[in-house]
Every structure is written in C-alpha cells, then in structure tokens.
C-alpha cells in the first residue's frame, strides 16, 4: 500500500464544514466522492484539521492508502475532474516512511497550524466579500490590539476560547505566534499554534474586536485567558473570514507546501 499526501483548497461557503456529515454536503464527502470515481474503488480519507461550515482553506492536507499506481499528476489532474468549482487539489506527493520507520500522519505528524482571519473595516459592509471576509462597521485600533496579544503566547490554557461542544482532550495549546495588520479596509489575523480548539480562533477575533474597538482595555485579553471560562470572552466571531493557511511538517517529508497568504486573488 501506497499513502498519497495532497494539498487541498477550497471555498467552504456552500458546505457545511470539512469532516463527513449525513448528506454528503461537507468538502469531505466531495473529496472521497471525486477520489473513488477517479481510482474507481473507496478511498478513506484523513486531514490534517477540521474546518465549520462556511470555513474556507488555503491549503488543507489529506493522506490516503491506496494500492494503485498513479504519478503525482494524474491524482491531481484526474480528483480534480469530478470535484466541484468550489474544491480542488493542488498538488499530491507519495510520502513513505523514514528510515526508523515513521510513517506520515496527516493529522499527527503535523507540527503547527496557521490560520488567517481576514476582517472589512469599514462603515458599510460589501456585498462583494459577502462570505469570504468577516465584517466590523465600527473603527479598529491595530495597536490595542497587537498590545493585547502578548499574554497568549506559549503554552497555555485556553478554556475560554473554547467551543463547548470542543471535544480535544486537553485545552492547553501552544500558541506560537499571533500577527495583526491592517491592509487598506481588510485586517488580518495570522495566527499560528501546535493545534487548536473548536472555535479558538473566531473566539480569539471576536475578544480582539472588543479591543480594537475600546469596548475592552488591551490588558482585558489575558485576563480572559487566566480567568479560564468561556463566558469571560466575547461571542464567537462569523466564519466567514476564517481561513485553515498552512500545515507545518518535518522537512524529512518533502512535501510541496504552497505558500500561502490572506485571500491572494485580491
């Protein structure tokens, strides 16, 4: 058996989130749909994160077992042929296992997470990034905000940023890195951890608005994190802007990550 890494994006505002769901709207249902009309045989599937509904990904990695031969084009050419406007995968690699007999994982091998929220300040909202940005009518401070992020880096807690139905077995996450800048009308988020929780970032964005808008002090973000509940934080921010960006691995895999930026067809 062969395991086939592949590097999916797709725009998730008509599906309702990544992982299968009764009904087969979920990217994927589509994935494993496209995957057994190409090899004309099932396919099962693993990514490296799930995504909510109306969550978009720049680049999602899935692995797969497969005994057919393929080159790396035909997967990608071949999936792409029966997948919708919407999905598509970018590149495929075969991945074997190393020397000491570390097999890939594209869940568990993965070192880091990175995500881009990207958000339209402006007094009106536009029809045009319906779907595709969030929205904040009211003016935001990128320096309250990038002030208030210091308390989240490391090793941490992050219970109040949680989802409740969040089923990870442990909150504390490692927050490796939390960017905010502003791009004319659109402000976008990166940020980058060993995992997260369900939610944990749109709740993070929706806190960081209270603060960009002076509802909250910068200081008010830690507070929420050591205070450890989630009705300390501010509710969970729309998906629309959310984007999965990049999954890190070890080099030894040789996969052919995109790079990859906030909403690049602007």
């Given at each position: 058996m062969k395991r086939i890494a592949i590097g999916v994006q797709y725009d998730g505002t008509a599906w309702h989130g990544y992982q299968k769901q009764d009904g087969g709207q979920t990217v994927q249902d589509q994935l494993e749909l496209?995957?057994?009309?190409?090899?004309?045989?099932?396919?099962?599937?693993?990514?490296?994160g799930r995504t909510d509904t109306g969550v978009h990904a720049l680049e999602q990695v899935v692995h797969f077992d497969t005994d057919l031969s393929r080159d790396a084009h035909s997967w990608v050419r071949g999936v792409n042929a029966f997948l919708p406007p919407s999905i598509g995968v970018r590149w495929a690699k075969e991945v074997v296992s190393d020397p000491e007999g570390d097999e890939f994982h594209a869940r568990f091998s993965a070192r880091a997470r990175t995500y881009h929220y990207v958000l339209y300040n402006n007094p009106t909202r536009s029809p045009l990034l319906a779907g595709r940005a969030g929205f904040c009518f009211r003016p935001l401070d990128v320096e309250r905000m990038q002030a208030a992020v210091a308390p989240l880096l490391g090793w941490h807690d992050f219970t109040a940023f949680r989802a409740a139905q969040c089923q990870a077995k442990s909150p504390v996450k490692l927050m490796h890195e939390i960017k905010i800048e502003r791009r004319g009308e659109l402000v976008v988020f990166t940020v980058t951890a060993n995992a997260f929780l369900h939610h944990m970032v749109r709740n993070l964005v929706g806190s960081l608005v209270y603060v960009g808008t002076g509802r909250q002090p910068p200081e008010w973000l830690g507070q929420v994190l050591e205070a450890r509940d989630r009705h300390h934080a501010a509710p969970t921010f729309m998906p629309d802007g959310l984007y999965l960006a990049r999954i890190d691995y070890d080099p030894k895999w040789q996969l052919p990550l995109e790079t990859t930026s906030p909403l690049p067809w602007f």
């Open positions: 496209a995957l057994a009309q190409f090899a004309t045989v099932k396919l099962a599937t693993t990514c490296a």
